[in-house]
């Protein structure tokens, strides 16, 4: 059987589109001598819907779409398996589920319901989601095959050592030939790895080949790196997708006749679906229309595509053409400035150039040369002028008042203010450049560096942002001015200032942070590895304390396991505990 994984790019939402373009592809297939396509989970409606399902307009679409993609395929000679919702009309429960529909002969002649409902760092299924309470195999062209949606595979207790659910859909699963596994699996950096071994494990453990169709894109705040797989029955990938980019993989799998199975061959753990009548080799690549797609594994070279396309995608998908942000000078802004370049064309993108009287003339030179080795166009306007007006309104409620922090806050709010003009006047979306590090300890200005509509390096550490920036130059030749790579941070707000004279080095900070927030240690714990408890204990307050920031910060592109958005729900008025 020639199979045909869809790798594509839903908007969320736009259901005729979705809709049409699933066709397409399914057509493409057919063409190719295809006789199944699979698509990603919810492919029809994009993921996450979120709140639009609450809405009986939008799943009556979804059906409507469904009916019109079984009839425009039912003369190819094509079965589909398509992600997408469908009612529950039990009258218990909630009144959806997220199913995976297979499609033959202009009829939905199956429909399986999800039934491992995520409800961790940005899932929230159990909101809207009802869970299935059985498995479901369809037969096609001689094969069994076993139906299952995204999380459904994630909770394998050989594999996993603490399993999130009680129990595993595959587990005394009826007897299946090949497992079909559709997903919208958001990315992070390095999950790759963990999913290949995930399911070469499954593939081993059960004798049978894998087919897994994951997302790609960006969707608000997540980006789907895709990275489509098929992994024959002794767990060796045979066939991956293009990552961070549409595709659409061929493979062919046939059903030989069974071998014995050799002496001392695999125990499975107990409870296992143990394929009794095939072996391992009963169901195995033909060799024709396989392709692994070269990829790059290297954090840096991820984290610059995955961010290049959540951009991208966010961009596209809001209908925004063109972008703007403030060039400082400094590491964060470049990063942004080059990513931006990259996702959008240089013509796109727009740098302002806002020095005070305390920026410097390198740094100027310094924004001045990034903008010039990207290609892209600025305009300088000092803020000098208008921090005067502000001094003069201010300066007979401010008598006596010796200058401090409000003084610094005023000038990135005027500069705020000036990005945002341009903003509205030119319908440019403003690029926030704040990166993760400063976020976490509200070194950021509300209202002022924190304006803007997206946070691109938001979930990026400060000390990443420098790795990422060296390996771009490495990559394409000196686009970072070295400058900016060599000298100390600063916000450049009054005179000499450096970052650390607020903060730690960040080496030591972005150390006490990822303990803190990705591996959720304590201060006493963080403390016990090394750092001084004065430090950890000022980390642990800022964060705490910036946390009303991050309620109103613009969206950040999740790259980690633990990123600032709706997977982060830690309350403002708290009491300060387990280091924050």
Not at 28 to 45: D, I, M, R
Not at 315 to 344: F, H, P, Q, R
């Amino acid at each position: 059987m020639k199979c045909a994984l869809i790798q594509s790019n839903a908007k969320v939402g736009d259901i005729a589109a979705n809709a049409s373009a699933i066709i397409a592809k399914a057509k493409e297939a057919a063409f190719s001598g295809a006789e199944l396509c699979v698509t990603p989970e919810l492919a029809l409606v994009g993921y996450p819907p979120r709140d639009l399902l609450l809405y009986p307009a939008f799943v009556d679409e979804a059906e409507e779409a469904v009916l019109r993609i079984a009839a425009e395929i039912s003369g190819l000679n094509i079965a589909l398996i398509l992600g997408s919702i469908g009612r529950n009309t039990s009258g218990k429960g909630k009144q959806l589920f997220n199913q995976a529909l297979f499609i033959a002969g202009g009829n939905v002649k199956s429909r399986y319901s999800k039934r491992l409902l995520p409800t961790y760092d940005v899932f929230d299924e159990t909101r809207y989601f009802e869970a299935g309470d059985r498995p479901c195999v369809v037969t096609h062209q001689g094969l069994r095959l076993a139906l299952t949606v995204c999380e459904d595979i994630w909770n394998d207790s050989a594999f996993w050592a603490n399993p999130n659910y009680a129990f595993d859909p595959l587990e005394g699963h009826p007897p299946f030939d090949l497992l079909i596994n559709i997903s919208a699996s958001p990315f992070t950096v390095g999950k790759q790895k963990l999913r290949r071994e995930m399911l070469a494990a499954l593939a081993g453990k059960y004798f049978v080949p894998v087919v897994y169709v994951n997302a790609v894109g960006g969707n608000d705040d997540l980006i789907f790196d895709g990275r489509s797989m098929y992994v024959t029955g002794e767990g060796a990938l045979a066939a991956r997708a293009a990552g961070f980019k549409e595709d659409l993989l061929l493979v062919d799998v046939h059903a030989e006749a069974p071998a014995p199975e050799p002496a001392g061959s695999r125990i499975l753990p107990s409870g296992a679906c143990r394929m009794e009548s095939r072996a391992e080799s009963s169901i195995r690549s033909s060799g024709q229309s396989l392709r692994v797609t070269e990829d790059d594994f290297a954090p840096e070279s991820e984290i610059w595509r995955a961010l290049t396309l959540g951009l991208k995608d966010y961009c596209g998908k809001i209908g925004v053409n063109s972008v703007l942000l403030g060039l400082s000078g400094g590491i964060d802004s470049s990063l942004v400035a080059a990513l931006a370049c990259e996702a959008l064309g240089r013509g796109r993108v727009h740098g302002l150039l806002l020095p005070s009287p305390y920026s410097s003339g390198g740094s100027l030179a310094d924004a001045a040369k990034l903008a010039a080795n990207l290609g892209l166009s600025t305009a300088t306007l000092p803020i000098a002028p208008v921090m005067l007006a502000y001094e003069a309104v201010l300066q007979e409620a401010f008598r006596g008042c010796v200058q401090d922090v409000t003084e610094e806050n005023l000038q990135a709010r005027i500069r705020g203010n000036v990005l945002m003009a341009f903003s509205n006047k030119f319908g440019k979306l403003l690029l926030t450049t704040g990166n993760k590090s400063e976020i976490s300890v509200g070194y950021c200005t509300i209202y002022g560096d924190m304006c803007g509509g997206l946070a691109v390096i938001g979930d990026l550490y400060k000390t990443e942002v420098f790795r990422v920036c060296r390996w771009l130059n490495h990559e394409r030749g000196g686009i970072i001015p070295e400058n900016v790579l060599l000298k100390p941070p600063s916000a450049e707000l009054r005179p000499g200032q450096t970052d650390q004279d607020s903060l730690p080095p960040y080496a030591e900070l972005d150390d006490i942070l990822l303990a803190m927030l990705e591996e959720r240690r304590s201060a006493a714990e963080i403390i016990a590895q090394g750092h001084a408890e004065e430090t950890v204990l000022k980390v642990a307050n800022l964060v705490r304390m910036a946390e009303f920031k991050r309620r109103q910060a613009a969206p950040v592109l999740k790259i980690t396991s633990h990123a600032f958005g709706v997977g982060w729900r830690m309350p403002i008025a708290c009491k300060q505990a387990y280091g924050l």
